[in-house]
């Protein structure tokens, strides 16, 4: 398994349990052609990104802060030893699509920026993805 952070992707057949979200990941990137190549992963939702994945419906756009890829193990019903690539999610945002932008919907889902109940509220704050993406090539960008 390793970690990773900072990925881009689209999100399809949610599939909402009780503690977690799973679903599939559609990722791409560029070739030395230029030709775009996609890749499907498992995808899981849990812990700290659990509440906002269940609002993920198909072809969410997601801009993903902290994962796992692992390969996990199962047996199949012949009694087989399989596995499956998983990517666990523990930390996102998910992009909303304007007809001009792609911007933030909601703040990332660590402690400092998790919306607060009760007195004190503050609605989250939308931040253009131009700010974050002017620091990439722009080769690199993820769209």
């Given at each position: 398994?390793?970690?990773?952070?900072?990925?881009?992707?689209?999100v399809?057949?949610?599939?909402?349990?009780?503690?977690?979200?799973?679903?599939?990941?559609?990722?791409?990137?560029?070739?030395?052609?230029?030709?775009y190549?996609?890749?499907?992963?498992?995808?899981?939702f849990?812990?700290?990104?659990?509440?906002?994945?269940?609002?993920?419906?198909?072809?969410?756009?997601?801009?993903i802060?902290?994962?796992?890829?692992?390969?996990?193990?199962?047996t199949?019903?012949?009694g087989?030893?399989?596995?499956?690539?998983?990517?666990?999610?523990?930390?996102?945002?998910?992009?909303?699509?304007?007809?001009?932008?792609?911007?933030?919907?909601n703040?990332?889902?660590?402690?400092k920026?998790t919306?607060?109940?009760?007195?004190?509220?503050k609605?989250?704050?939308?931040?253009?993805?131009?700010?974050?993406?002017?620091?990439?090539?722009?080769?690199?960008?993820?769209?």
């Open positions: 398994m390793f970690y990773c952070s900072n990925a881009y992707g689209s399809f057949n949610i599939e909402v349990e009780d503690k977690r979200v799973k679903g599939r990941l559609c990722t791409s990137d560029k070739n030395k052609d230029g030709d190549i996609s890749s499907f992963w498992n995808v899981v849990v812990g700290g990104a659990y509440d906002l994945a269940k609002s993920l419906t198909d072809k969410c756009r997601v801009h802060n902290s994962c796992k890829i692992s390969n996990e193990a199962y199949t019903k012949d087989k030893k399989s596995a499956w690539l998983q990517v666990t999610v523990f930390d996102f945002e998910k992009l909303e699509h304007d007809a001009d932008k792609y911007s933030f919907n703040t990332s889902n660590d402690e920026s919306p607060k109940k009760g007195k004190g509220a609605k989250a704050k939308t931040k253009p993805i131009e700010e974050k993406i002017e620091e990439l090539a722009e080769d690199e960008l993820p769209f």
